[in-house]
């Protein structure tokens, strides 16, 4: 008589199968030399626009802002407070978060069923893109917001693989946190909903520990919702002024930017993470993170959104992709192309985003000024304060007792706020977004140097305005050729003119 022996089944997690060991030693490893990588390149050619004003909202702080919430100037009074008032100390925190979603998005490839290989290509491939590279570079909110949706969309798959509903909470905590950098964060919220209805598990959504999770994310995002809805939620015309017509034009950009947020060399993986994800039967619960992708998509596209809000879901998409290749290099040849593709990528990223390059080399060369472009956002900012300071020496003694300085935009206006000092310019103003509640000049300062404003419009608050100059930079400059106006003499007080000069919008 014949006995048959039970093959014992593998070990598994709640609702899921045996998962690989998380490879913490070569995942930290990748992590750490991607923070390693921004960190050396941080004090490159210079302060992205948007850091010149954040660093002047450091010195302002409130609970809210008319274009943001409150955590990006609380970051940039934490880190000028702790590593000092200078530009590597201004993007230690956001290296720091690029390194951990690189972290993360190794998980993320465990949690698909990837091995060791699987979760140290996806470490790689996310710390090779561009996403990451304009995360990990500068502060700004998208520093935040990476990391956030990284985060969140992991913590999603594990609820779906584990059951396990108590993450629920922890992943409210980490959308509050998104909702005090950024309120894009909401866009992702709507769509991997919209993806669980259509594709399923909806059990997931039925979870008693949901509406906690909502309620800790409205807890936590509380401090910049009340403010916002105390101030009338300028946040939603701050949205308008940024959303582009839709048309042809719009979307070939958008699918242009679905390419470049990646980066070429990797767009093949995102792709194929995007086909396995809808088609693989072993993904088949995890089909909503590609529609919530898809349902992105359209959304933004009809919008008029930019293409760069996808990041976060591309960047899943990539690390799907990348446990798909993981097993399609089996042999050596096919991982040497993998290899390249992601060093490739990461090669080219840097040039894009990173000042790898001296600026003049960028400007010189056609191809890598299309390809640097972002570069340029970095230069020229103490230039722009050395000509206003020309302007401003040329006045008469006691013009320059009564003057001050008035940027149409907050980058005239930041710039000449971190490097006016030390040209002896008097302070500056603009009614660009929230600067305008930063300050207005007092009545007695009766003498404006203008930069960037229109002639016409301004003019008309004064008794009389004259041409002091026109910028001009060494390499391109979106500033190129605006106007340095001297203006005298407010018709009204300046209580009166500020609200007149108040605009919403970037540049």
């Known amino acids: ?230 101030n009338g939620w300028p946040q939603f015309a701050m949205a308008g002024s940024l959303s582009e017509p839709f048309g042809v034009g719009s979307v070939i950009n958008f699918f242009v930017g679905q390419i470049l947020m990646i980066g070429p060399f990797l767009t093949p993986v995102w792709v194929v993470g995007l086909l396995a994800l809808l088609r693989r039967p072993e993904w088949r619960a995890y089909r909503s993170l590609a529609v919530a992708y898809l349902v992105m998509v359209v959304v933004l596209l009809l919008a008029g959104g930019a293409p760069r809000y996808t990041e976060g879901l591309l960047t899943v998409l990539l690390v799907a992709g990348c446990v798909r290749a993981a097993g399609w290099a089996a042999t050596i040849p096919r991982r040497i192309w993998v290899g390249l593709a992601v060093a490739g990528n990461a090669l080219l990223a840097m040039v894009m985003v990173m000042p790898v390059l001296p600026a003049a080399v960028y400007a010189r060369d056609p191809v890598l000024a299309a390809l640097g472009e972002e570069q340029f956002g970095q230069t020229g900012w103490q230039g722009l304060a050395g000509q206003v300071a020309a302007v401003y020496r040329s006045l008469p003694e ?58 016409a419009s301004f003019s008309r608050l004064f008794g009389r305005c004259e041409l002091g100059g026109t910028l001009d930079f060494e390499f391109p400059h979106f500033e190129q050729g605006k106007e340095i106006l001297v203006c005298r003499d407010p018709r009204e007080p300046w209580s009166r003119i500020w609200p007149e000069l108040r605009w919403l919008g970037t540049f």
């Not at 100037?73 to 702790?82: E, F, I, K, N």
């Not at 509903?165 to 905590?173: I, N, T």
């Open 398 to 455: 006691a013009d320059r007792a009564r003057a001050v300085v008035y940027g149409h935009n907050y980058g005239e206006a930041g710039a000449v706020a971190l490097y006016g000092p030390g040209y002896g310019l008097p302070r500056e103003y603009s009614g660009n977004n929230s600067y305008a509640d930063f300050g207005r000049p007092a009545d007695d300062k009766t003498v404006v140097i203008a930069v960037g404003v229109d002639r």
């Open 1 to 230: 008589m014949s006995t048959v022996t039970a093959i014992p089944e593998p070990s598994a997690e709640k609702n899921g199968a045996a998962m690989s060991p998380v490879r913490r030693g070569p995942l930290a490893a990748v992590s750490g030399g991607a923070v390693a990588v921004f960190l050396l390149l941080s004090g490159g050619q210079g302060y992205y626009v948007d850091e010149l004003y954040f660093r002047v909202a450091a010195g302002h702080l409130d609970w809210g802002y008319v274009d943001q919430p409150p955590l990006i100037p609380l970051l940039a009074r934490a880190q000028m407070a702790l590593f000092g008032d200078n530009l590597v100390a201004i993007r230690v925190v956001p290296a720091l978060l690029a390194g951990v979603a690189v972290l993360v998005a190794g998980l993320i490839a465990r949690e698909l069923g990837g091995g060791g290989r699987a979760q140290l290509l996806a470490a790689c491939a996310t710390a090779g893109s561009l996403a990451s590279f304009a995360a990990g570079h500068v502060l700004h909110p998208t520093a935040v917001d990476h990391l956030v949706w990284v985060t969140a969309c992991w913590l999603v798959i594990r609820v779906i693989r584990t059951g396990e509903e108590r993450l629920w909470p922890v992943a409210g905590a980490v959308v509050g946190i998104g909702l005090l950098a950024k309120y894009l964060v909401v866009l992702l919220v709507i769509c991997l909903a919209a993806g669980l209805l259509v594709t399923g598990p909806r059990r997931v959504l039925r979870s008693g520990y949901l509406p906690t999770g909502a309620g800790v994310a409205a807890l936590v995002a509380a401090p910049g919702l009340v403010w916002q809805a105390l």
